[in-house]
């Protein structure tokens, strides 16, 4: 288990900016949070493994701009979008190979564009097919707005996928749920291999390390009591901090706390 950091924290400066910021400043494992079809170019992302290359630092996973059409191309009737877009998510897949990224973010359908659930596990399940053939694990995110908001759609979805069901858990997201985020760690255990980390109490729902309500250290020991050996990922907006000098300091605070969660339990 290890801490990290996304470059969605920074929009909407340029991806490239983010990555420069964080490698200059010590952030050693980072999500990129592609924002635009040129960015999948092989120019543009060799550039970004370069940059990664000379400060030594590991790209945990990647999430796609495409999120918000999800429903309209994967979850349709009219099949020829599904596999339009099939073929579209392997360029995500090719640059996280040049990049050395493992773990693929997807969000999925909205509840207002109904498809049978069986239908969603299926259509899902071509795209962790597709992702394996380029050594990548396509992961569901639990997202409000999403049917993958509910944890009993998670719970179903892991009941008929079995092996290529896995699961990125966003905290926030189980706040604007309604939903308690150690349930999620109960229910779906070592399934979950990638983690959205933000802060929650009276002052918001998406708050950095150490500034909010959240039992942090109950989830971290939680995390490694379940084995989990991905990366806590630390994704807040842009309105939920003052400056990126605050930001990276903020990272380190969690960096610091995972390490010594790890370090509690042996």
Do not use: W
């Amino acid at each position: 288990m290890e801490a990290g950091i996304s470059t969605a924290c920074f929009y909407p400066e340029y991806v490239e900016n983010a990555v420069l910021f964080l490698a200059e400043n010590g952030a050693r494992n980072i999500e990129i949070f592609i924002n635009s079809d040129c960015e999948l170019k092989k120019d543009f992302i060799c550039d970004i493994k370069k940059k990664i290359d000379d400060f030594g630092i590991k790209v945990a996973s990647l999430h796609p701009f495409t999120c918000g059409i999800e429903p309209m191309m994967f979850f349709t009737p009219y099949e020829r979008r599904f596999y339009d877009i099939l073929d579209y998510y392997k360029k995500y897949f090719n640059a996280m190979n040049i990049l050395g990224g493992k773990i693929f973010v997807f969000h999925g359908n909205k509840p207002q564009n109904y498809f049978e659930d069986e239908r969603y596990f299926e259509r899902f399940a071509k795209l962790f097919e597709t992702g394996r053939e380029f050594g990548i694990t396509v992961a569901q995110e639990n997202v409000e707005r999403c049917v993958s908001g509910k944890l009993s759609f998670l719970k179903k979805m892991a009941d008929y996928l079995g092996d290529a069901a896995n699961f990125v858990l966003d905290v926030k997201q189980t706040v604007r749920s309604g939903e308690n985020v150690f349930d999620y760690l109960n229910e779906l255990g070592n399934k979950i291999i990638h983690v959205h980390y933000s802060e929650n109490g009276r002052r918001g729902d998406c708050l950095p390390f150490g500034t909010g309500d959240f039992d942090r250290s109950a989830f971290l020991k939680k995390l490694k009591e379940l084995n989990f050996q991905g990366s806590v990922i630390l994704e807040l907006y842009r309105e939920n901090y003052s400056d990126y000098d605050f930001l990276i300091k903020n990272y380190f605070e969690l960096q610091e706390a995972v390490k010594t969660s790890a370090l509690k339990q042996h």
